[in-house]
């Protein structure tokens, strides 16, 4: 039986059971300026929250880390400035003071999925989490990631599909979109999808978050920014901030028509090959 589906609110903002919740910013957090332009882009396109992240999980130890708390604080003035709640990665507890000051989302990265403690102070931290799936997580393997944050007693968990590794090399990650009824039968948490990091570039972006919305998801979350050409990570696969407000209406007329994806369950023989 399909999971009756589980609402949350964030700041005012709701996500899951029909809601859908448009995440959308920057990557990383690079300047007052840049983030404050896209906040206001993407807030007047009709974003629900601003993401972007201060601490960044970063391939090479040589690329940029993020600002830290210097991009706390303009995330902070953003918030200020567009009303979204903010989401943000948290990917070492040692900061998880400033980061739970600051934002109302806690992203938890797919690299970190199966940080034990990270997850247990996500969950201590009474803030909505937003659980990225591993790279090479299974399904089961998420849910008992997203388990380390409610056993905190923190219910708020949104659960995200951002594409794993496979045998396929044309784009950075396969982008597993049965993922999401496939969850949603398993649990009543809300599923999003990050449809910017298995393509790696903007083109593809935006069939997938119509994909993923027609497949039931509860939310996008995706990368916007004003100067892709110059961004100081993951420009390739950011969207326009001038394309962001038509995407938006195309995608929401997608989620409109999918509803909430909660299908009628049909019986599934015990073995499928
Ligand atoms: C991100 O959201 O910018 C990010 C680093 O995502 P992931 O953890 O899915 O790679
Ligand atoms: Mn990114």
Not at 104 to 124: K, W
């Amino acid at each position: 039986m399909t999971n009756p589906r589980k609402i949350l609110e964030v700041d005012g903002r709701m996500i899951g059971g029909g809601q859908f919740a448009l995440i959308a910013g920057p990557c990383t957090v690079e300047s007052r300026e840049q983030t404050l332009d896209i906040a206001e882009t993407v807030a007047a396109g009709g974003a629900t929250m601003l993401r972007g992240g201060a601490y960044k999980p970063r391939t090479s130890p040589y690329s940029f880390q993020g600002l830290g708390r210097e991009g706390l604080a303009i995330l902070a003035e953003a918030k200020a400035l567009t009303g979204l709640p903010i989401v943000t990665e948290l990917i070492d507890v040692r900061d998880a003071d400033e980061v739970v000051e600051v934002a109302d989302v806690i992203q938890i990265g797919a690299r970190n999925m199966q940080n034990y403690p990270l997850l247990t102070e996500a969950g201590r931290s009474g803030r909505t989490v937003l659980l990225k799936r591993g790279l090479a997580a299974s399904l089961q393997e998420l849910l008992m990631a997203a388990e380390y944050v409610l056993k905190e007693g923190n219910e708020d968990v949104i659960l995200c599909e951002r594409g794993i590794r496979t045998h396929e090399t044309a784009y950075r990650f396969t982008l597993d979109l049965l993922a999401v009824p496939a969850l949603k039968e398993m649990t009543d948490l809300p599923v999003v999808v990050d449809p910017s990091h298995a393509p790696g570039r903007r083109d593809w972006v935006e069939p997938m978050s119509l994909a993923a919305a027609a497949a039931g998801a509860d939310g996008i979350i995706v990368e916007v920014h004003n100067d892709p050409e110059n961004a100081v990570c993951d420009g390739p696969q950011a969207l326009r901030s001038e394309a962001f407000a038509s995407y938006a209406e195309r995608l929401r007329s997608i989620a409109e028509i999918a509803g909430d994806g909660s299908l009628e369950p049909v019986a599934v023989p015990a073995a499928v090959i």
